[in-house]
């Protein structure tokens, strides 16, 4: 009976499945413009694919090793007496099942999203309601599956084995992928980005995207890799993650079946969302993917509120999910106050690019500082609150709480993805139209469109790190939870040394993680950039559009390097964890944990709200204020768009999952940890 | 009998001050080259001053304010039952005294840098040893008067008080000081430092210090009321709060005399480092500051270790001040590594400036990520090491290690003013030499003097953030003290939501303080460019050299611009915690103050030194390094310093005061928090 609420979880899974087919048939039969869109097409879609697969093979010679590792020493190492193979075994099934269902959120982003760039494109030739409608379903199959798959996978994991090592195994195997998907992705799409800019639109003068640069097919790759795929593989782990602390926690306290009732609720509120959203005749897409978002919180408030009377479940835990859910909320439209382009700072940024690159960069980073201070406070809120609202309830209920707001925040997360991904798809679609020469009134409407996904983002972005803040107070409330079962009853203490000394290390990794990760975009796009510019002195009428560059050499160049940078950061990350761990012990991972946290969430939001700032003070800028387009005031917002791009792209985001690895990793090692440690 | 060492400490401040008023008499005798270096000498002069007694003016009355609320609430609301007015009134008192003397480290340091950057000057003619012992014993001065003074006021409040209140009261009192005149003297340096460059360097084309640049003179007052004054403060303040901690902590255990025999003997052993500096024949400036630190260092563990034996101390005690000395010369080193312009990370970002300032702000900021990590590690051994080498002593030792370790890492605080204070006389030097026209060699022999005071700044910063992040923890550890005393023992338990949504707001209020001011900054220096703009299309001839710029004016705009932004930001922090306090009560403040820490540490490592890497990297690249000056990669190069300008020296080391500040108003409120609090 209580299990009831899981095989609801398979079934709406399956319903978001179908409309997930439905709505890729439905972007498939649009019709394309002509031939040159197709091929176009076919070289963006040639490209991401092939760095995927490229890709995909190191990492699973990567998740091979880890499985290697994994069955040796979890639960139990082989060595110790207590050991039952079968559950080493299930283990590492579990992290292997992990990685492929988040490899496959990848692969399943990049299918839909290569088909619906061309699409939308081609429907802008009739009406930005169509373009828009190719875009967002384009975006809705890959929210529909990611969500699908991570609930049916979590569903699957509970119904065989019921235990909580191997649901963080199965856990850690979608974040380990999730991160390196995320920061290979991001170096990628970054490499290709700023390398094209610079030397299209500062040095040469073209326009962005213009087919004469031999880095545009691979700046259109990046966004799918990075944007799409790593985006897809992002949320996945987020939700898997929010899912796996809730389960640790809950599977103690008997309340395994709330959890599946809020997330299958969730899911079918997105996917009512999703066939409801619909951009109106006069209407404009920003508000068309921010009115999705709201009815469906709307429809998950009622649903879950309804699933609760009827199952009986206290309407505290109820409470919890909807004060995660509101936060999410908030936590956007503050995002959304820090970075759109109708707003003060975006203004502010936009008036010091007069003075010039240094003015910029200050006033953008000012304003990113300040941007964390509403998020934090928002998270701490959150967690407060919940955590309060469900103490009442017995022991071991106020961290359930956290953990259900962390569920409540992700609730509407096929919507969330769904409009995330729609951005890069109709960013795209402006690249494909304007290499195919569709006209100035096509890239007019995906202009449009675009700007409008740059503001859906805020949002998004908003939800996506407040629910990782909450995910990560859950998961050391987790990682708590595997210490007691150890035997180990922990306390957490700010005064003890090994805490401290755990905490200010933790703090430094998601630094020195993020520093990783755009050196590697520094060191690409520089390398890229020479490349760019042989090409342009040894190919004969290249700058007068009379050949074609070599597309495919640039696409090897930012493939090759962002293969090269992401184990390094990943692995860094981890064998931090370990060597605390290792000198100080559970007390000092639970500090390091805590550090991590702080300062991951305190960079994630300065760098994604300064990135974002900056970006959007550039099109402010180019919109025809302060001089426009080619003026002083443009060639500074460009700079300051060039350092925020890594920022918002590559580290910002990442960080996120960087701090759920590295939780995981605490967590499958607490009993390592408690067994050999220096201090 | 235990008071001996506390006599000795009076002796020994007092003997300071003799080596002072030499050193002040040796300065002040030394021969000014010629009249026009006094006329220039005696505008800067009158400009610090100017700035000086308007700052002063603001912060009294500021002060007086304050001083009222404390007279109403510590150490218990005079509404009380149980209040004592002549404890609430020796509260005040040693606060008002605490400001007072913290003022008076800044006055100090204004009058002998002013004389001091004259003498360094004219002395440059003669030979680059006795300019530099010019620059050197000026900064002396202030080195033994800060450390002699805070010395001795505490010493006179033990004797007077021996009330853990009235020190907390007299270290706020020096904090709060510190804290605006950092800040305030922060924004004053740099609005100068940027607008002469830009309008000067970059637009004009004429030199650094050119006289026709009517920014010049306020950019080099700047230089004496950010760099000598308000540093001044900052050790001030650093170095009462760790005696303060430490008191807190050490009254308890009736350890106090070891505190003040720590102290004592690292001040005699920096009289006797500054009295035997001294620059070789041939010797490097460079080899004479560091030298001088290591002998203060190697005398100073010699002079404690014996006076442990004959005091019969526990030499786990003596042991926890020698991991913090050490651990502050490696943190040194370390920083030494990521800014010293022969090491790899200024050739990387020298090499990156070649891509643009694009690449350059990304290099760098990227190493200053990367330079937190060794650190915060270094910090967070001393603190493990200090704490389980002095546990074994009994109950509360533990953390008394912790406090003794960041008396050891303080101890040499008075040659590491020296040796900070240096820098911008000789600085000052370069500029004075430049204006009078002393011609190329003379500004040959300043440069190399003033290169030398980079490199030694890098230590002395090492130094100066590492004792703040012991300090800091020692707060915490005496904030814990203090409820205790107030009757309730508390954990902060990391689970505890209260602690966590304290630890997240925490977290935000150092970038939230390093952004007002750096906008502070933007904002001013935005105003003084438009002024500089007037003057040279008002005034005819100006640009020729035929006119005289309206300097005063210039000075005028940057004191008003820099006192207007000086306490919004610091009040900010202030009222953060009392809003966390009463909201969450001492849980969330220990939470708060963690927070703080973590993310202040994080943040004032990474802007420090990513600045003074921009600076060095540009240093090296006028040294002829790509394309030397004047050439793209310089242009970007200036750009990167620009923006590490108040990165380094304004947000960055203002940061440390602000967790002190922050850390003794949670102390001082403690059972006000106690007994009203909404949670």
């Known amino acids: 009976m209580t299990d009831i609420w899981v095989y609801v979880a398979l079934g709406i899974s399956a319903l978001s499945y179908v409309v997930a087919a439905y709505f890729y048939q439905w972007v498939k039969k649009l019709p394309t413009a002509n031939s040159k869109l197709d091929e176009v097409g076919s070289l963006i879609r040639q490209g991401a694919f092939t760095f995927l697969k490229r890709e995909y093979r190191i990492l699973s010679i990567f998740t091979l090793c880890v499985a290697a590792i994994m069955f040796v020493l979890f639960p139990s190492p082989i060595w110790s007496d207590n050991v039952n193979l079968l559950s080493n075994l299930s283990m590492v099934g579990a992290y292997i099942f992990g990685t492929v269902l988040s490899a496959l959120a990848g692969y399943v982003g990049i299918s839909i999203a290569t088909i619906a760039n061309l699409k939308a494109a081609s429907a802008a030739r009739e009406s930005i309601q169509k373009s828009f409608m190719a875009g967002f379903r384009g975006g809705a199959v890959m929210g529909m599956a990611v969500v699908g798959t991570s609930l049916a996978g979590m569903a699957i994991i509970y119904l065989l084995s019921r ?24 170096i990628f799409t970054k490499t290709a980005d700023i390398a094209a800019d610079l030397t299209g639109k500062v040095e040469l003068g073209i326009p962005e995207d213009d087919p004469r640069n031999p880095a545009v097919i691979a700046d259109n790759v990046g966004d799918n890799v990075g944007d799409v795929a790593g985006m897809g593989a992002d949320l996945f782990d987020s939700n898997v993650a929010a899912m796996a602390a809730t389960m640790i926690i809950a599977m103690a306290l008997g309340e395994i079946s709330f959890m599946f009732c809020l997330t299958s609720l969730g899911l079918l509120a997105s996917i ?51 004060v995660g859910m509101v936060a999410g909320v908030i936590i956007g439209l503050t995002s959304d106050f820090f970075t759109g382009d109708d707003k003060k700072p975006v203004a502010k940024v936009a008036e010091a690019c007069q003075s010039g690159p240094a003015f910029t960069i200050l006033t953008g980073f000012s304003y990113g500082l300040l941007s964390a201070l509403p998020a934090l406070v928002g998270i701490g809120l959150a967690a407060l609150i919940s955590y309060k609202l469900c103490a009442p309830l017995g022991e071991g209920y106020a961290m359930l ?203 994630a939001l300065v760098m994604s709200n300064a990135g974002g700032l900056w970006d959007n003070a550039k099109k402010f800028i180019e919109a025809g204020n302060y001089g426009g387009k080619g003026s002083d005031a443009h060639k500074a917002a460009v700079i300051g768009d060039t350092v925020g791009d890594p920022f918002k792209d590559t580290a910002g985001p990442s960080i996120n999952t960087q701090i759920t690895v590295v939780s995981l990793v605490a967590s499958l090692s607490a009993v390592l940890f408690l067994t050999y440690s220096l201090f």
């Open 163 to 186: 235990d909580s090592n191997v649901t963080m195994a199965f856990s850690f195997g979608a974040s380990s992928l999730a991160l390196f998907a995320k920061a290979g992705g991001g």
């Open 272 to 322: 009512i969302g999703v066939l409801l959203a619909r951009m109106g005749k006069n209407g404009n897409p920003s508000r068309a993917l921010n009115g999705g978002t709201y009815i469906t919180c709307g429809i998950f408030a009622v649903l879950t509120f309804i699933a609760s009377l009827v199952g009986a479940y206290d309407l505290r835990m109820w409470g919890a999910a909807m």
């Open 401 to 603: 709480g956290i953990s259900f707001s962390a569920i409540g925040m992700l609730s509407i997360v096929g919507m969330i993805i769904s409009n995330d991904a729609y951005g890069p798809i109709v960013d795209n679609a402006r690249g494909i139209a304007e290499m195919a020469g569709l006209g100035d009134k096509v890239l007019e409407i995906t202009d449009e469109l675009d700007a409008a996904g740059n503001t859906a983002k805020a949002i998004t972005k908003g939800f996506s790190i407040g629910a990782a803040g909450l995910t990560v107070i859950a998961l050391l409330g987790a990682f708590q939870e595997v210490v007691a079962a150890a035997g180990t009853r922990i306390v957490f203490d700010l005064m003890d040394p090994l805490v401290f000394f755990g905490m200010l290390v933790g703090s430094a990794i998601p630094a020195v993680f993020s520093a990783m990760l755009m050196t590697g975009v520094s060191r690409n796009s520089q390398l890229l950039v020479s490349e760019i510019h042989r090409q342009f002195s040894t190919i004969p009428g290249l700058r007068e559009g009379h050949a074609t560059p070599d597309y495919a050499r640039c696409i090897d160049i930012a493939t090759v390097g962002s293969i090269r940078e992401l184990i390094p950061a990943g692995l860094t990350a981890i064998l931090a964890t370990l060597a605390v761990g290792f000198i100080g012990g559970v007390q000092a991972v639970g500090g390091y944990l805590t550090g991590n946290i702080v300062s991951g969430l305190l960079l």
